[in-house]
């Protein structure tokens, strides 16, 4: 097992302020990631990562679909070069529906998808996808064409949460991959490495 530069919180000494953010993302993911063993050692400054990270993802206000939205966070991720956060959300779109996160797509659709070649299910997503591209690639990139047909498929609150999106995995990418967190040992065994 791959260890982290610096030491994770044990789990004896998680903050009892976090439990109640902490406790349902357990539930949700089915063990505590390592990124979030490091948060742990500034509370003050995970707490509302972590629900940032759900209003942004899971919310019941949101406005995009949260399908579509792990698959543009995996896209977003992959061009970010967030090998940690691919994994993270591409296991999600792998595994069993019926959990409180899976889509049961295939390993060859998730490629097809991170590597550009999927169909878009439709035109909005294929906006959404051309946006996620461009904004992740470089944020000034994203071109008046990208935006019309935006305009075109979605509406002014779903444009802003799309952009959240980006901007989010954007930071999260950034603090992962700089510490290094090491991939947790599960996904490692499924992925056959």
Same mark, same amino acid.
């Given at each position: 097992?791959?260890?982290?530069?610096?030491?994770?919180?044990?789990?004896?000494?998680?903050?009892?302020?976090?439990?109640?953010?902490?406790?349902?993302?357990?539930?949700?993911?089915?063990?505590?990631?390592?990124?979030?063993?490091?948060?742990?050692?500034?509370?003050?400054?995970?707490?509302?990562?972590?629900?940032?990270?759900?209003?942004?993802?899971?919310?019941?206000?949101?406005?995009?679909?949260?399908?579509?939205?792990?698959?543009?966070?995996?896209?977003?991720?992959?061009?970010?070069?967030?090998?940690?956060?691919?994994?993270?959300?591409?296991?999600?779109?792998?595994?069993?529906?019926?959990?409180?996160?899976?889509?049961?797509?295939?390993?060859?659709?998730?490629? %097809?998808? $991170?590597?550009?070649?999927?169909? +878009?299910?439709?035109?909005? *997503?294929? &906006? @959404?996808?051309?946006?996620?591209?461009?904004?992740?690639?470089?944020?000034?990139?994203?071109?008046?064409?990208?935006? %019309?047909? $935006?305009?075109?498929?979605?509406? +002014?609150?779903?444009?802003? *949460?799309? &952009? @959240?999106?980006?901007?989010?995995?954007?930071?999260?990418?950034?603090?992962?991959?700089?510490?290094?967190?090491?991939?947790?040992?599960?996904?490692?065994?499924?992925?056959?490495?």
């Amino acid at each position: 097992m791959t260890e982290p530069f610096i030491p994770y919180v044990e789990e004896d000494d998680y903050p009892e302020a976090l439990m109640p953010v902490l406790g349902p993302y357990k539930e949700r993911m089915g063990f505590v990631p390592n990124a979030l063993k490091l948060y742990m050692h500034r509370p003050e400054i995970c707490e509302p990562l972590w629900k940032l990270n759900s209003m942004v993802m899971r919310d019941p206000s949101s406005t995009l679909d949260q399908f579509l939205k792990r698959k543009l966070a995996s896209v977003a991720s992959h061009i970010n070069d967030s090998e940690y956060c691919v994994m993270h959300n591409t296991a999600m779109l792998k595994a069993a529906g019926g959990g409180a996160e899976g889509w049961d797509m295939d390993a060859g659709a998730v490629t %097809a998808l $991170l590597d550009g070649a999927a169909e +878009p299910a439709d035109e909005a *997503e294929a &906006a @959404c996808l051309a946006f996620v591209r461009a904004a992740s690639e470089n944020p000034s990139g994203v071109t008046a064409e990208i935006l %019309a047909e $935006l305009k075109q498929h979605l509406t +002014p609150p779903q444009i802003v *949460e799309l &952009a @959240c999106v980006v901007g989010f995995w954007k930071m999260y990418n950034c603090i992962h991959e700089s510490l290094h967190v090491p991939i947790e040992e599960h996904f490692l065994k499924e992925d056959g490495e």
